[in-house]
């Protein structure tokens, strides 16, 4: 997948993500953390599923970035529990 396009996705993604898990981080934090997420699905689904994702944008693969989105989303509201800003 060209790097435009994961970025677009990741972008999506990161939307997406925000509006699942109610997040309260300012829009942009958002989209970085969707491109990351997106980063990471890819990642875990060619590691643990030995797929790889980065043939294109289809649903498959956003799926993927959503749940690799949301393993993102997680681990950063883990991290700064408590504090008052990202």
Do not use: E, Q
């Not at 997948?1 to 939307?15: D, E, P, Q, R, T």
């Not at 829009?27 to 997106?38: H, K, P, Q, R």
């Not at 649903?59 to 749940?67: D, G, M, P, Y």
């Amino acid at each position: 997948m060209s790097f435009i396009v994961w970025i677009i996705m990741g972008l999506i993604v990161g939307a997406i993500t925000g509006f699942l898990m109610k997040s309260s981080y300012p829009w942009y934090i958002d989209l970085l953390l969707g491109i990351v997420g997106s980063a990471v699905g890819g990642w875990l689904s060619t590691v643990f599923l030995g797929v790889d994702l980065s043939g294109g944008f289809n649903l498959t693969s956003l799926v993927t970035a959503v749940v690799g989105a949301v393993i993102v989303v997680a681990i950063v509201r883990l991290v700064f529990r408590g504090r008052s800003s990202l």
